[in-house]
């Protein structure tokens, strides 16, 4: 398994831009799809965005679709999550998740979680 940390967040106003990292431990990070996931008060945990093993294939909610981009730097142990034009139906705990082999959107298939980082964005 890997080992996530993730960081970045913070509070932001409406409109506003946030990048969080989630930097990886442990075993070949270059094996692992990464996903992005969030939890507001009182709903469910949800999907934000994943990315495969190489970067080169993406999924992204259509609630942050054209707001919200996943990369990953596997020199560095690294997956992103640029958000921008932020608002205060983003506020929640960001969590990095990781899974051997293909992206996936459901969280229940993410076997390796971080800790989770608080976003939260004002009106």
């Known amino acids: 398994q890997v080992q996530l940390v993730e960081s970045g967040g913070g509070l932001v106003q409406a409109g506003g831009s946030l990048r969080l990292s989630c930097a990886a431990s442990g075993r070949t990070f270059r094996g692992y799809a990464m996903g992005w996931f969030r939890q507001a008060p009182g709903k469910e945990r949800e999907f934000v965005a994943a990315?495969?093993?190489?970067?080169?294939?993406?999924s992204n909610a259509d609630s942050v679709k054209g707001r919200f981009t996943i990369s990953r730097d596997n020199a560095k142990n690294t997956v992103y999550l640029q958000m921008n034009s932020l608002n205060p139906e983003d506020t929640a705990v960001y969590y990095c998740?990781?899974?051997?082999?293909?992206?996936?959107?459901?969280?229940?298939?993410?076997?390796?979680w971080g800790q989770g980082t608080q976003v939260t964005v004002s009106s």
């Open positions: 998740a990781a899974r051997p082999g293909v992206l996936t959107l459901l969280d229940y298939d993410y076997d390796c």
């Open positions: 990315i495969n093993w190489s970067g080169g294939s993406t």
